[in-house]
């Protein structure tokens, strides 16, 4: 191979490497608002399910999510389980951006709170889909089926993919560079 060969592939390669580029969605966003539960009146610690989620707006956002201001929940019609949720598709929108729930677990909860954690897919605003941690805390005052809610959204990190990437691709020119000399 001649060196304009060997120049002319690893043009090519990295031409390709922009092409195949994952972009992920970054940042951070809180929501909160007023949450119906199909607890009796004896509290929030015994619902099993959210039958209803009225947003007051999204505040914090971060990176991508800077400047999000409203969000809208889109509970199915059995109610949101908390204790060990399936796939919601669609169940929050917010600016550009939606998000798929995709399980749930009730971790904590008392007659005047719950907690719920778990795992969704947020999609949307060219980027690519990205995983990340949702946590879920409703409070009230008193004992009743309503309370005020925050739900907390915080990415998941890559789990080195991006490092992994980068290593092949120095470890690539490395190789090319030592054949072009020899």
């Known amino acids: 191979m001649n060196k304009t060969t060997i120049l002319s592939v690893c043009v ?6 922009g092409v195949v580029k994952a972009t992920p969605i970054t940042g951070n966003l809180d929501i909160a608002g007023i949450a119906t539960f199909n607890a009796a009146p004896i509290g929030l610690g015994y619902a099993t399910t959210v039958d209803s989620l009225t947003a007051f707006g999204a505040f914090g956002g971060t990176q991508d999510f800077a400047g999000i201001s409203s969000a809208s929940f889109s509970v199915p019609g059995g109610g949101w389980n908390l204790v060990g949720s399936t796939a919601i598709p669609g169940f929050v929108t917010f600016g550009s951006f939606s998000l798929e729930l995709l ?5 904590a909860g008392t007659t005047l709170y ?24 409703a409070t009230e005052p008193s004992p009743s089926t309503t309370g005020s809610f925050t739900f907390n959204l915080t990415s998941v ?13 120095l470890t690539a020119v490395g190789l090319l560079r030592r054949k072009m000399l020899a």
């Open 103 to 107: 399980s749930s677990t009730e971790s």
């Open 157 to 169: 990190p890559d789990g080195g993919t991006t490092i992994a990437l980068l290593g092949g691709a």
């Open 12 to 17: 090519a390669l990295a031409a390709a490497a």
């Open 114 to 137: 719950v907690n719920d954690a778990g795992l969704a897919i947020v999609t949307g605003g060219g980027y690519d889909p990205t995983a990340y941690q949702f946590s879920f805390t």
